[in-house]
C-alpha cells in the first residue's frame, strides 16, 4: 500500500523564479492539503483540494496556487519565489475534507526548497 | 487571535516518564491532534482527543481538557527513539476543518 509520495525531495531556486512541487496521495485518499513548515517552526496550511477544486485556504498570498488531478494527485505552485519562500512543503492526504475522519491525514516525507 | 503553546525543548532520561504540555486559544473547538517529527522527516499521527479525559495508546497517552483550553501528551518507558519533536494541532471552528498547529516541542532523551 503505497504512502503519500512528493516530489522533489530538495530543490534550489533563485529569487523571482518559480516553482512546481507535486504529490501522490496515499492509495485510497482523494484529498490532498498542502503545508509550509519553516525551521523550528509547526505546518502552516496553505491550501486543501477535494474534487479537482480548492475547499479551503490559508493566509497565503497568490503566489501560491495549486492544482488536483483526476486521479487525485497534485501540485504546488510558487511564482516569483522570494527568500522567506524557503521551506519544507508537505503534502498531506485523506479521505474526504478532514472532519468525520479528522485524524486520518498521512504526511509524504517533503520537499526542502531553498530559495537563494 | 489563535494561538498554540508547547514548551520548546524538554529533557529526559532513557526508561523515564515525561509530560509534554499544550495550551491553546481558539475560536471554536473541534479536536486536538499530536503528532511526532523525527529531524528531517514528516510529522506521523500520535493522537486524537475531541472529548475530555484520558485516551491511552500503548507507551503513549494524551489528555484534553476542553475547559481548560489544555492537552498533555505522555511518554512512558522513554527509549531513545522517542527523540523528536511532538507537535499540537488544533481543529477550530471558525477554520472549518483546518489545523492550526504549535511550533512544536523538541524532545531529547539522554541514556
Known amino acids: 500500500d503505497a504512502g503519500v509520495t512528493q516530489s522533489p525531495t530538495h530543490l534550489i531556486k533563485t529569487r523571482g523564479q518559480q516553482v512546481t512541487l507535486r504529490c501522490s496521495p496515499k492509495s485510497g485518499h482523494d484529498t490532498v492539503s498542502w503545508y509550509q513548515q519553516a525551521l523550528g517552526q509547526g505546518p502552516q496550511f496553505i491550501f486543501q483540494?477535494?474534487?479537482?477544486?480548492?475547499?479551503q485556504r490559508g493566509n497565503f498570498p497568490d503566489r501560491f496556487s495549486g492544482h488536483q488531478f483526476p486521479n487525485y494527485s497534485s501540485e504546488l505552485n510558487v511564482n516569483a519565489l522570494l527568500l522567506g519562500d524557503s521551506a519544507l512543503y508537505l503534502c498531506a492526504s485523506s479521505l474526504g475534507v478532514i472532519g468525520e475522519r479528522g485524524y486520518e491525514q498521512y504526511f509524504g516525507p517533503g520537499t526542502r526548497l531553498t530559495v537563494t | 487571535g489563535q494561538n498554540i503553546d508547547q514548551p520548546t525543548e524538554m529533557t529526559a532520561t532513557e526508561g523515564a516518564i515525561v509530560q509534554i504540555n499544550c495550551t491553546y486559544q481558539t475560536s471554536g473547538f473541534n479536536g486536538l491532534f499530536w503528532y511526532q517529527q523525527h529531524a528531517g522527516e514528516a510529522p506521523t499521527f500520535l493522537s486524537y482527543n475531541v472529548l475530555d479525559g484520558l485516551e491511552e495508546k500503548g507507551r503513549f497517552s494524551s489528555f484534553l481538557s476542553r475547559s481548560k483550553g489544555y492537552s498533555y501528551l505522555l511518554l512512558k518507558e522513554l527509549q531513545m527513539k522517542d527523540s523528536a519533536s511532538y507537535l499540537c494541532a488544533v481543529r477550530g471552528e471558525d477554520s472549518n476543518y483546518q489545523l492550526i498547529w504549535g511550533a512544536g516541542t523538541k524532545l531529547i532523551i539522554k541514556p
Open positions: 483540494y477535494y474534487e479537482e477544486e480548492e475547499r
